[in-house]
């Protein structure tokens, strides 16, 4: 979607912002949300594949750092990654889907140690109970040692783009490259029934954007269910009669360029205020996130 707004209704492409966007200075340290924002950032992934494949064995994390500039790649020592996500990355097949989940839990534990005043590396993750079935396996969470309010957090990567979404309520986040004519035409089976059919009205040339809204949105509410894609994405509506949507959760679509879509689903009411931001690229010497001006943000300053 290349329009610059987040609209929770915005199915249609090529239309007009529908709120007000306004920059937003950085900051050189990130700020937690207030109780009603949400904050988006968008991180490109490295362009050549340097995953380090083989960590070593007797290191407890990687060491505190920041996240990987995209063209240079990262070594162990200065990903804040930890061990088991190390590995992780290095297990992938392919060399560039291991620098696009390297770079996207970088840019997260950055993120993280910035909003949380932690080093990187000194970040624990653990799994929330599955809704579901009660399970280890429900939405990540990140441990905090103070007594402020839980920040949560979504991630989500797709070919070209990583996105971060962080707020003081549940939230999940999606971003997806455009889809072929071939995905949407075999995928389409799997949205509500409501949904397909306004697919299917929509004029050809627009359908790929159309369902790439559509599909994202899903999986952000999805993810903040805690159930993912274990919830066959059928089952709920997010077209775009916002009245048929699911109750007690909204769900925005967010500006992520001309080549992937993206969406954002909070607990609770429209948010007041989201911001999108793009992270800028690791420098030597860097610790937890800080925005970078010349990166520059926009606002949404949502309606009640």
Not at 4 to 17: D, F, G, I, Q
Not at 25 to 37: F, I, L
Not at 47 to 67: H, I, K, N, Q
């Amino acid at each position: 979607m290349d329009t610059a707004h987040a609209s929770a209704s915005a199915l249609a492409p090529a239309r007009a912002p529908a709120h007000d966007l306004t920059p937003s200075r950085a900051s050189r340290t990130p700020t937690r949300p207030a109780a009603g924002d949400v904050h988006v950032w968008f991180v490109r992934p490295p362009r050549s594949g340097s995953v380090p494949r083989s960590p070593g064995a007797d290191a407890g994390t990687a060491a505190d750092s920041g996240l990987p500039a995209p063209d240079s790649g990262f070594t162990a020592p200065d990903s804040g990654l930890s061990v088991a996500e190390l590995r992780r990355a290095a297990s992938f097949a392919r060399a560039g889907d291991g620098d696009v989940y390297a770079t996207a839990h970088a840019a997260l534990r950055r993120l993280l140690g910035g909003y949380l005043g932690l080093p990187p590396a000194g970040l624990t993750f653990v799994r929330e109970p599955c809704p579901g079935c009660s399970g280890p396996h429900g939405r990540p969470a990140v441990v905090q040692t103070d007594d402020a309010p839980t920040l949560h957090f979504s991630l989500a990567h797709s070919r070209g783009l990583i996105a971060v979404a962080v707020a003081p309520r549940v939230i999940g986040v999606d971003v997806e490259r455009l889809p072929s004519t071939g995905t949407v035409e075999a995928c389409a089976r799997a949205l509500h029934t409501r949904e397909r059919a306004e697919l299917a009205a929509v004029p050809p040339e627009e359908r790929q954007a159309y369902f790439g809204r559509l599909w994202t949105r899903k999986e952000a509410y999805l993810k903040a269910l805690g159930t993912g894609l274990s919830r066959h994405p059928r089952i709920d509506y997010l077209g775009a009669d916002l009245r048929r949507r699911p109750a007690r959760w909204a769900v925005l679509d967010l500006p992520a360029g001309p080549e992937h879509t993206a969406a954002v689903a909070v607990d609770g009411a429209r948010p007041d205020r989201v911001t999108v931001r793009w992270l800028p690229a690791h420098r030597p010497g860097d610790g937890p996130a800080a925005p970078d001006a010349a990166y520059g943000s926009t606002t949404d300053r949502s309606p009640r």
